[in-house]
Nanobody, 115 residues
Framework: QVQLVESGGGLVQAGESLRLSCLASDSIFSINAMRWYRQAPGKQRELVATITRGGVRNYADSVKGRFTIFRDNGKNTVYLQMNSLKPEDSAVYYC?????????WGQGTQVTVSS
């Protein structure tokens, strides 16, 4: 069992930045891939960014060039650096992890971007 705890959300103005953190309860060396999803009210949950154990990163088109996913293995933490935030980035952001055949979710952290 891997527990994921997100933090770093908040209320910011358009154009500002936030950094989200996802702390894993176990070594992220054992995790195949970690992802950030988001879900806005009335919308489906969407994949925002992925980082694999080997360090390969992928992003949704809507955040390319603005968001960066990176990891600190020593801290068992994955981050999502979000720059140039837009009101449409407002959502609950969830951390997700795969280990073997198991998949884990965090509780989410709210990001609100005002115009």
């Amino acid at each position: 069992q891997v527990q994921l705890v997100e933090s770093g959300g908040g209320l910011v103005q358009a154009g500002e930045s936030l950094r989200l953190s996802c702390l894993a309860s176990d070594s992220i060396f054992s995790i195949n891939a970690m992802r950030w999803y988001r879900q806005a009210p009335g919308k489906q949950r969407e994949l925002v960014a992925t980082i694999t154990r080997g360090g390969v990163r992928n992003y949704a088109d809507s955040v390319k060039g603005r968001f960066t996913i990176f990891r600190d293995n020593g801290k068992n933490t994955v981050y999502l650096q979000m720059n140039s935030l837009k009101p449409e980035d407002s959502a609950v952001y969830y951390c997700n992890a795969d280990r073997g055949v198991d998949n884990y979710w965090g509780q989410g952290t709210q990001v609100t971007v005002s115009s």
